[in-house]
């Protein structure tokens, strides 16, 4: 905050006032990246494919991807005996500019080729928000996440919502042993269409621990669900997971 840029000096006094007025710890941060074009998006090599009349090539002109984003969290912990909870609410705006794309397109010599351009734009409001309770050997967590997805690609606008929400019992037992169950929802809509994709995961989770080595054993079960009317199990997994 030493006055180089226009907008993190005012970031301080914000959060510090926010932190004030809630009695809460407060974290205000802004976030700006900029990520380059891969290699293969810029060099300029023609792959040709004969068999399809094909090629694609790279476009040495791209501009790299611009992000912004702004972020508010709030933070509490209690305690009341042997009793703990503590929480973390947090609220993001992303938006990022110059979003590169893949296109194909035809020509008179190649019927088809594609390269890459800079034509896109994307907007995310995103919420968290986690909770965990603690009481002697017995942990319950608490996630949940949201958020509305604005985009353009190409001239073509499209918008998601996207929700998640898990919840995780866990028992830390004698001896090193421990385990927990934990269950999770993901629903992703596609407002345009008003398509839903949806998958439901449960988990069974058995640990042991031998001072700096711990087996995991997991059972894991998938339900997907697309466009409301279509039930699949997607497979149930049993394995070990070793960890040092």
Aim: include cysteine; glycine fraction near 6%.
């Amino acid at each position: 905050f030493g006055g180089k840029e226009d907008f993190p000096s005012l970031i301080a006094p914000q959060a510090a006032a926010a932190a004030l007025k809630t009695g809460k710890a407060v974290r205000l941060m802004l976030d700006r990246k900029l990520n380059r074009p891969s290699g293969n998006q810029l060099f300029p090599l023609v792959l040709l494919d004969p068999e399809s009349q094909s090629y694609q090539k790279g476009n040495p002109e791209l501009h790299p991807v611009l992000s912004h984003e702004v972020s508010l969290d709030f933070i509490s912990n209690h305690r009341v005996d042997d009793h703990e909870f503590s929480y973390n609410a947090r609220l993001s705006y992303n938006m990022q500019n110059d979003l590169i794309n893949s296109i194909s397109a035809t020509d008179d010599a190649v019927p088809h080729y594609m390269t890459y351009e800079n034509n896109g734009d994307s907007k995310i409001l995103n919420a968290d928000f986690m909770a965990l309770y603690r009481y002697r050997q017995f942990i319950l967590s608490v996630t949940a996440n949201g958020y509305h997805k604005q985009q353009i690609l190409g001239g073509a606008e499209s918008k998601f919502n996207y929700y998640n929400l898990s919840i995780h019992p866990q028992f830390n037992l004698a001896d090193g042993w421990h385990g927990g169950v934990q269950a999770t929802y993901y629903s992703k809509v596609k407002l345009q269409s008003g398509t839903l994709s949806d998958c439901c995961l449960t988990q069974m989770t058995v640990g042991k621990q031998w001072r700096h080595l711990f087996v995991y054993f997991y059972d894991r079960v998938t339900m997907h669900k697309q466009a409301l009317d279509k039930s699949i199990v997607d497979g149930r997994k049993l394995f070990t997971y070793y960890e040092m």
